[in-house]
């Protein structure tokens, strides 16, 4: 699997109902938006794939800190 040199803008988003985490995974080298790249919480099976234009939304995990995985 090859993996991509990324810069990954995050903001956390608080609200009433689940926390949710949400940012675009963007080509370190290119600055071009990555649609398909997984996004996973380390060490589970919990995640997701970027849509077309590089965007995500994640369910926080249960326990903090934790990290995500590019690929």
Same mark, same amino acid.
């Given at each position: 699997m090859k993996i991509y040199s =990324? =810069? $990954?803008a995050m903001c956390l988003s608080i609200g009433a109902s689940a926390q949710n985490i949400s940012?675009?995974?963007i080509d370190k080298t290119s600055g071009e938006? $990555?649609?398909?790249a997984n996004v996973i919480w380390e060490g589970t099976t919990k995640g997701t794939t970027t849509g077309t234009d590089g965007s995500f939304s994640l369910e926080l995990p249960e326990k903090l800190p934790a990290e995500l995985v590019f690929s």
């Open positions: =990324i =810069i $990954l940012g675009k995974v938006r $990555l649609p398909g």
